[in-house]
């Protein structure tokens, strides 16, 4: 089967190139493959996977559907099961937002939503440009990949993305942040920035595929003002964050920010395909049939979702995976201690990313701001062969992860927030495993010291800055 695969699906094919497997059962964490090995699960359909696979509550509310009789394909219908799932929804929202929220059914994917996210602030405010961030990922349609890190369109505006690791300004940090704040807003006040001021600013409150970077908090909140106090809309991207994933329903509560518009996917369709976005009723400047799209009523979808959202709030599942998610991440910080290949251990909740490097390489000092804190050093290059042969380890051990970053050289972790202490356990065993095994076989002749040991920074300040009470 995976020759016929090879053989006939495209060259972008993606997951089924790292992933040599055919799942043929799948339960909670478990992933079992038609070669009867079970792997424990921690990509999670890409941070689909709220409850794992085949929750019973979500296969309950599929097979309830079509038991009912209820047609599976509606349009943009009412049904009894789209009521049900947006009250479910609507419930979960920000205050802010949910008094005086609107909702539009997307296309499937997370990108279209994206899509649709865009074009209802180019709409409402009747200007073109868009704000996004570096390392930022929004999807594959044309709209959502230029508003993504490895796009050139120059209707984008990118702006740096605050980051402790890899700080563009060398500092990290709570000033690295403010920096960074501090260069949006001056692009919107410098009459010749060449900037104008845009139809909206999209941002995921932690960034996924970019390698799980938390925004801190007050950056986040820096966010907020400047683009309230500009009535430019605040696109929060929380296909991935969302749902309990990062330790609280919506990754914006964190900051407490209320956001204009809300992107929302993954795991709000329970394992099935369903996008939406949610934003004040006032950006609601839309034309009847402006948003249309054939496959807008999956109903499947949306009991799977209602199921799996109020799942997640009856069993405080958020709070479980604060919990957990921080347990896993002090455990993960442990291994650092003894594999100088672990750069960086950060996330928040159960998304978690080690973004390995290598330490041998010549780390380059920079030079120290007059005011600023002491010198410090670029971080060691990223290991992408690394956290490839990092995977690869895992997988021989029943494990699957996800890679990201903008090197490809963050090991990330997905697990469902349904994991138990025990899973977490054997999930870091075999995590710590697989990586003291790929460091072995990477090492470069005998050990050697790294270049600059006693400048080389160390992980505990970007620990500290990531997880900190501060974000
Ligand atoms: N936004 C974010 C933050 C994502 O992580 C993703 C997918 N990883 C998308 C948008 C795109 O979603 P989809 O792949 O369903 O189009």
């Known amino acids: 089967m995976l020759r016929r695969q090879s053989l006939r699906e495209s060259a972008a094919r993606t997951y089924a190139r790292s992933l040599p497997i055919v799942p043929v059962r799948a339960r909670g964490l478990t992933i079992e493959g038609a070669d009867g090995r079970r792997y424990l699960d921690c990509l999670s359909g890409a941070g689909t996977l709220a409850l794992g696979h085949n929750h019973p509550v979500v296969?309950?509310?599929?097979?309830?559907v079509l038991d009912s009789g209820a047609p599976l394909h509606v349009l943009d219908l009412a049904t009894p099961v789209k009521d049900a799932f947006?009250?479910?929804?609507?419930?979960?929202?920000?205050?802010?937002?949910?008094?005086d929220a609107?909702?539009?059914?997307?296309?499937p994917a997370g990108t279209d939503a994206v899509e649709a996210a865009l074009k209802l602030v180019r709409t409402a405010t009747g200007r073109g440009g868009l704000f996004s961030f570096t390392g930022a990922y929004h999807g594959m349609t044309a709209g959502a990949l230029d508003?993504?890190?490895g796009a050139t369109d120059v209707r984008v505006t990118r702006l740096p993305y605050p980051q402790?690791?890899?700080c563009p300004f060398g500092v990290g940090g709570d000033r690295g942040a403010e920096l960074a704040a501090r260069w949006t807003e001056n692009l919107l006040d410098d009459p010749k920035s060449g900037v104008?001021?845009?139809?909206?600013?999209i941002l995921e409150p932690v960034q996924g595929e970019g390698g799980v970077i938390?925004?801190?908090?007050?950056?986040?909140r820096r966010m907020r003002a400047i683009t309230a106090a500009r009535s430019i809309p605040l696109i929060a991207d929380e296909v991935q964050t969302g749902v309990g994933r990062t330790g609280t329903f919506?990754?914006?509560e964190h900051s407490g920010v209320v956001p204009d518009v809300m992107v929302l996917s993954k795991a709000i369709g329970g394992s099935l395909p369903l996008a939406v976005i949610v934003y004040r009723s006032e950006l609601d400047a839309w034309e009847p049939g402006a948003h249309a799209g054939t496959f807008r009523g999956n109903q499947l979808a949306m009991a799977a979702g209602a199921a799996t959202l109020a799942y997640v709030r009856e069993n405080k599942l958020a709070d479980r995976a604060a919990t957990l998610g921080a347990r896993m991440l002090g455990r993960l910080q442990g291994f650092a201690a003894d594999h100088p290949c672990v750069g960086d251990v950060r996330g928040r909740g159960l998304m978690i990313g080690v973004e390995l490097v290598d330490p041998y390489a010549d780390a380059t000092p920079r030079p120290a701001a007059e005011d600023g804190p002491a010198p410090d050093v670029l971080a060691p290059p990223a290991a992408p062969a690394l956290a490839a042969a990092v995977q690869r380890e895992c997988l021989d051990r029943g494990l699957i992860v996800e890679l990201g970053g903008r090197h490809a050289g963050v090991v990330r972790l997905l697990p469902p927030l349904t994991l138990t202490d025990e899973q977490a356990e054997a999930v870091l065993d075999r995590f710590a495993d697989a990586l003291a095994a790929a460091e072995r076989a990477h090492r470069p002749g005998p050990p050697v010291p790294a270049a600059h040991p006693r400048t080389v920074r160390t992980p505990s300040v970007h620990r500290r800055a990531a997880t900190g009470p501060s974000h």
Do not use: H, N
């Open 214 to 220: 938390p925004a801190p908090d007050a950056w986040m």
């Open 86 to 99: 947006t009250t479910e929804l609507f419930a979960t929202l920000p205050p802010g937002l949910a008094d």
């Open 164 to 166: 402790d690791y890899r």
């Open 59 to 64: 296969l309950e509310a599929v097979r309830k």
């Open 102 to 107: 609107r909702i539009q059914f997307c296309g």
């Open 147 to 149: 508003a993504s890190g």
């Open 196 to 201: 104008t001021t845009p139809a909206g600013m």
């Open 250 to 252: 919506w990754a914006v």
